[in-house]
């Protein structure tokens, strides 16, 4: 069965099969699934997690991969126009709003290396959109370059891949693990460094590291220290917990004296979820228009969602925020709960800005529990920033998992996010961004807010 969007959108849907199986397919199925389930590594690749399987990859239409494809290109440059604003603010040839909403609640020493010399021209080697499917196409609802489940979908690529042998797998069996050790120089020793904080991803971590043969790469703690000339580290920490990683100044000090090779680079102004309400920013849209390019900053503003940073400041009196006709913040407050098809996130550099903390949809909330939502955004204003977003509701699709207590293959209706990883390999302007694979994150249909639950699907996704 194919699912189908508005007409001119069907090249960007993914495709389904019928949910309703033969008892035979359905025996298939469940001996499918639960080989997939058997070649789990013996540690996990989540610390404590699980998630429902799938006796089959997660189809997408030919014409939405090289979509996807594309996409890379046009992130990589979104995130070297945005450091160049940002540095572009500093200098005084920008808004000086612009380093204000970014710099907010952040140590000068942070500020001071993302402006430093050594990374003046370093940017994330990884890029992972969250990307929603809905009735009138796709939406990036955030953009990630410190993310989870790099050794996820590079093990899901594999053993599907494997069970499969018909190379339909997006990146098919190697290309999650080609990426990541492409984007550090031949033979380099690597260091994955993982915080505390990012403990539930260790796994899936060390595993990735088992895996990559062509290279020496480990997988270390947060108080790891040994680190020598000429190694490369990878990041696996946000910027707000550095001084819960005693091996975090080690590492700052090497990447700045150029004894070592550090990604992504300590730059928290490329962590933030503001970087979207800058894009929509009228103010902006000549910078975007020369430093991004036309047709990136038309593929940017067509399927990022309207974000507005939430700033109190005091607007003259025939003044009105664009698109809510609201003349103050408070006046959200005001909204019913039909008109509050809207998103509450904190920004960035805050333990509440990953995963699916911090997030607040507006009509899934009562008028008082909203109330207290948005005062707390503006209170925290310069210090904690939050993000206002219009919400795109994913639409509703079949799906398969299979139920291992009674060996069936059990149908639901899912809600996806699709997570496409790109990899940058080479520097500066040689720098490309290659799709490796896609991680399809299935939700029963019932939840608004998707992220990797105990009841949601997770699959690799593959070419229809």
């Known amino acids: 069965m194919l699912w189908q969007g508005p007409d001119p959108l069907r090249e960007l849907q993914p495709v389904h099969k019928d949910p309703f199986l033969s008892a035979e397919q359905s025996s298939s199925a469940s001996d499918r699934a639960e080989a997939v389930h058997s070649a789990l590594p013996s540690q996990g690749l ?81 890029i992972r959109p969250d990307i929603l499917l809905t009735e009138d196409g796709f939406i990036m609802s955030e953009l990630d370059s410190v993310p989870g489940g790099i050794g996820l979908t590079a093990w899901l690529n594999q053993t599907y891949a494997q069970l499969d042998q018909d190379n339909s797998i997006i990146g098919g069996e190697k290309a999650m693990l080609e990426g990541f050790s492409g984007m550090f120089a031949p033979k380099q020793k690597v260091r994955i460094v993982v915080s505390e904080e990012s403990a539930t991803y260790r796994p899936e971590m060390r595993w990735l590291c088992e895996q990559i043969d062509d290279r020496d790469i480990t997988c270390e703690n947060e108080r790891f220290d ?42 928290s102004h490329l962590e933030e979820k503001s970087a979207f309400a800058l894009l929509h920013n ?8 020369q430093h991004l390019g036309g047709a990136f900053f038309k593929t940017m503003k067509a399927h990022v969602p309207y974000t507005w940073m939430i700033d109190p400041s005091p607007m003259p009196p025939q003044g009105a925020i664009p698109r809510l006709n609201c003349t103050d913040w408070h006046q959200l407050k005001n909204l019913s709960q039909k008109e509050r098809q809207l998103i509450i996130k904190v920004s960035g550099f ?5 995963g699916a903390r911090g997030v607040h949809l507006g009509s899934d909330l009562s008028g008082e529990a909203w109330s207290e939502v948005v005062d707390r955004a503006i209170r925290g204003f310069g210090q904690e920033n939050h993000i206002l977003q219009e919400y795109h509701k994913p639409c509703s699709m079949p799906a398969q998992y299979v139920d291992f207590e009674t060996g069936k293959t059990v149908s639901m209706n899912g809600r996806v996010r ?37 009841d949601a699907i997770l699959a690799p996704c593959s070419v229809a």
């Open 46 to 126: 989540f610390q404590g997690l699980s998630w429902r399987t799938s006796p089959t990859p997660f189809p997408l239409e030919a014409k939405l991969v090289r979509t996807l494809e594309k996409l890379g290109r046009t992130l990589l440059q979104f995130y070297r126009a945005l450091d160049h604003l940002y540095r572009q603010s500093h200098q005084g040839r920008a808004p000086a709003w612009v380093a204000q909403w970014l710099d907010a609640g952040k140590p000068r020493s942070l500020i001071d290396q993302a402006l430093s010399k050594p990374f003046r021209h370093s940017l994330p080697k990884v």
């Open 418 to 454: 699709l997570c496409p990883y790109y990899f940058v390999h080479g520097e500066g302007d040689q720098a490309r961004a290659s799709l490796k694979g896609i991680l399809a994150t299935i939700c029963p249909d019932d939840k608004k807010i998707i992220h990797g639950m105990s």
């Open 350 to 354: 805050s333990e509440k800005a990953w």
């Open 282 to 289: 009228h103010n902006l849209a000549t910078f975007w228009h």
């Open 226 to 267: 040994d680190f020598k000339p000429g190694e490369a580290v990878y990041r696996f920490f946000e910027l707000f917990d550095l001084a819960n990683v005693p091996s975090a100044s080690p590492i700052l000090r090497g990447a700045m004296d150029g004894s070592l090779t550090l990604t992504p680079p300590p730059k």
